[in-house]
């Protein structure tokens, strides 16, 4: 008999289910993309209800439930938190009471509730970094390696280093709450006017812009460093033991000023605040890797949690070469958790044997629903949408191929969605990446983001090394590498003088390298590559867009606007695409062109793009 095991996270941020079969992952998801609400902590029934009905099982057939937290020790952390500042922390220990008294002092009875009563067998609950480590190295491609795990906080520990070998990994250390390198980088996070535990990515995409000068004073005053990467951070600063906000005044007077408000003007202290924190956190986590080697002695290293995100900190060490090679798993914040805790039980307690894959074992992380042509259609046909329809891929794949390098901005949702924050080649927005205009194009009037924000390339896997600094794959876009010298521009004196512009759109539209629409200002970029066993179609797209173009790279941003999760359905993606100046919508193997369509309700998009919270 098959064992079905059923991960659940909920709760903090980013809630979502997966479940394993025999030790195989059948499906995964986050609940914000069912529900459309960005980084939803609602318990996941949406998800849930999906995974049961991927595996094609009702919940009397679920051999074990677990969730990715211990939500007793997580309570008496903030009980303690809540001790030794009091009253101070008063306001928020009150607004987080009703949720913890409602539900999380009693998830068993929730979990059987969501599974609608009829589930009665056990429910187990991991340790919060045990399923973020769990969740690094079994789906990793190592019989043997380190890991390291880092976050804002579990229950109490904010980072651990663990090893992991066959079917069991051992947590050897840990650091435990407020000193926290996740907790330090959302505090700037915060600082510079960007939402906690959602704005990070936009921090690390700043850091280019401006320069370390404030890491002395972060290393001085705010954290006490250990060389072994352990740390110490000054709670005089910070106000996230006991407050509503991050930081404090003590805080604003070390860096000239109150926090920035979101959407007012970025300047230059937020982008040498950035850089420098950036630089801290990577001294942090190069330290703790080299740590981890000492403990373990191992080769390889796992990595997860959500600073695992910070695929610039990732980049920097794998050069280091501390270790051979790095696996970070694509879902590396809490959702990942739930595939992690469902791997902790089947590897760790039920010692179910486990042969390391020859990659990995997470199938491109495209784990969420998927639909089918049929289905499509009836939907398009419906709402009388105009649009072809492509029995061949061949001709499916020339056309979008075409339609991309005629610059064209192109939605491309094909087969399962992505599990995890990135969009890697099913529900992604594809642009030229050799288009100068294309950044600003795509930032201002697709996504109706920060104009600063970088795009991401797909890069076909074997001509990787061609144009970026890196001998390895990134299928999950987690390692951020140089675009290769002979792709620079040179750049003319105004060019120059445009590039230390206060605006920071004049500095994106300097047309910097051969694929400016991806090229940062530090001629960095956050690569994916893209292989056939993985990507299948996606893959073929840029082959063939090579073939037509000779350029084996396209841009691959998240099919979503500002705030909006990545899309799931088609119906999200049509949505999407009518709300936004996208040109052409690929569906499985139906193509729509805005220019096809008739006119879009303006006030209905008006209330699609202001249902969703900007981030
Ligand atoms: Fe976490």
Redesign the pocket.
């Known amino acids: 008999m098959a064992i079905h095991i059923l991960g659940i996270s909920a709760f ?1 941020h980013d809630s979502a289910a997966a479940l394993i079969k025999d030790g195989v992952i059948v499906a995964a998801a986050q609940e914000e993309r069912f529900t459309r609400i960005k980084h939803d902590h609602a318990f996941p029934v949406h998800a849930v209800s999906y995974c049961l009905q991927t595996a094609g099982i009702e919940p009397e057939q679920i051999d074990f439930v677990v969730f990715y937290d211990k939500p007793l020790l997580k309570f008496d952390r903030l009980l303690e938190t809540y001790l030794s500042y009091a009253p101070l922390g008063i306001r928020s220990f009150l607004m987080a009471m009703p949720l913890w008294l409602k539900t999380k002092l009693h998830l068993p009875r929730e979990i059987r509730k969501a599974l609608k009563n009829r589930y009665h067998k056990k429910i187990a609950f991991t340790g ?2 045990e399923s ?1 480590a769990a969740s690094a190295f079994f789906c990793s491609p190592f019989e043997e390696a380190a890991i390291l795990t880092l ?4 229950e109490w520990e904010t980072a651990a280093i663990g090893h992991g070998r066959g079917n069991k990994i051992k947590l050897l250390k840990a650091l435990h709450f407020p000193h926290s390198v996740g907790l330090l980088y959302s505090a700037f996070t915060y600082f510079c006017g960007f939402k906690v535990n959602s704005g990070e990515y936009k921090l690390m995409g700043l850091a280019p812009y401006g320069k370390p000068k404030y890491t002395d004073v972060i290393m001085d005053h705010l954290i006490d460093l250990k060389e072994d990467g352990s740390l110490a951070v000054n709670m005089k600063y910070f106000n996230y033991c006991q407050g509503l906000t991050m930081t404090n005044g003590e805080f604003d007077r070390l860096f000239g000023g109150p926090p920035r408000k979101s959407e007012e003007n970025i300047t230059q202290r937020e982008m040498d605040l950035a850089a420098s924190i950036q630089q801290v956190t990577e001294e942090i986590m190069l330290r703790m890797a080299k740590t981890a080697k000492e403990l373990t002695g191992s080769k390889y290293l796992c990595l997860a ?2 600073v695992a995100l910070n695929c610039v900190a990732n980049g920097t060490l794998l050069r280091s070469g501390i270790f051979e090679d790095i696996f970070i798993t694509p879902a590396a ?2 959702a990942g ?1 739930a595939l992690g805790s469902a791997l902790f039980v089947h590897y760790q307690l039920l010692n179910q044997n486990r042969d390391a894959p020859k990659k990995d074992s997470i199938r491109g992380s495209l784990l969420g629903p998927s639909y089918s042509n049929s289905e499509i259609r009836n939907f398009l046909d419906q709402q009388k949408v105009k649009y072809t329809h492509f029995e061949k891929e061949e001709e499916l794949l020339r056309v979008t191929a075409r339609e991309i390098a005629n610059k064209q901005v192109v939605g491309w949702f094909h087969g399962c969605m992505e599990f995890g924050p990135r969009a890697l080649g099913s529900r992604s927005i594809i642009g030229d990446a050799r288009s100068d205009e294309m950044q600003c194009q795509m930032n201002m009037r697709i996504k109706f983001r920060e104009s600063f924000r970088p795009f991401a390339p797909s890069v076909l896997a074997e001509d990787a090394g061609k144009y970026f600094d890196l001998d390895r794959e990134s299928p999950y876009m987690l390692i951020v590498a140089d675009l290769k010298k002979e792709h620079w521009n040179e750049l003319s004196e105004e060019q120059r003088k445009l590039m230390k512009h206060s605006d920071l759109r004049k500095r994106v539209n300097v047309s910097k390298s051969s694929l400016p629409a991806i090229t940062h200002v530090d001629m960095s970029a956050r690569v994916q590559t893209v292989d056939e066993p993985r990507h299948g179609r996606y893959y073929r797209l840029i082959a063939e867009f090579k073939r037509q173009t000779g350029c084996g790279v396209v841009i691959n941003t998240s099919f979503n606007i500002r705030g909006e999760p990545i899309v799931c359905t088609p119906q999200d993606a049509y949505r999407c695409f009518m709300c936004n100046d996208m040109d052409v919508l690929i569906l499985e193997n139906c193509v729509l062109r805005k220019s096809e369509q008739s006119r879009v309700d303006e006030s209905d998009c008006q209330r699609h793009m202001d249902s969703f919270e900007l981030d």
């Open positions: 903090y919060h970094h973020h976050d804002g906080v579990g949690g959500g914040g809490d958790g």
